[in-house]
């Protein structure tokens, strides 16, 4: 009975192509002078918002401290 049951049940992961040899190629080939984190595939479309967003906040902080040593505590 077990073993009939265990043959019926599939496992989402089990039989799923091993892409880890792939993913080794791509990211230890240092040959080509890119950064670990920029080899991805979709690297660009996470990075880039993060950019953006840690160089807005820096500036926003910035800001606001030379603001706040002149004696001003509002953003305008």
Same mark, same amino acid.
């Given at each position: &009975? =077990? /073993?009939?049951? /265990? #043959?019926?049940?599939?496992?989402? !992961?089990?039989? =799923?192509? %091993?892409n880890v040899p792939h993913w080794q190629r791509v990211h230890? %080939?240092?040959?080509?002078?890119? #950064?670990?984190? %920029? *080899? !991805?595939? =979709? /690297? *660009?479309? &996470? ?12 500036? /926003?902080?910035?800001? &606001?401290?030379? =603001? &706040?040593?002149? !004696? ?5």
């Open positions: &009975m =077990r /073993a009939t049951l /265990a #043959r019926k049940i599939q496992f989402p !992961g089990l039989y =799923r192509a %091993n230890q %080939n240092h040959a080509d002078g890119v #950064r670990q984190w %920029n *080899k !991805g595939p =979709r /690297a *660009k479309y &996470m990075l880039y918002p993060y950019y953006a967003l840690l160089i807005t906040s820096s500036s /926003a902080s910035m800001y &606001m401290m030379v =603001r &706040m040593v002149l !004696g001003k505590k509002t953003w305008y």
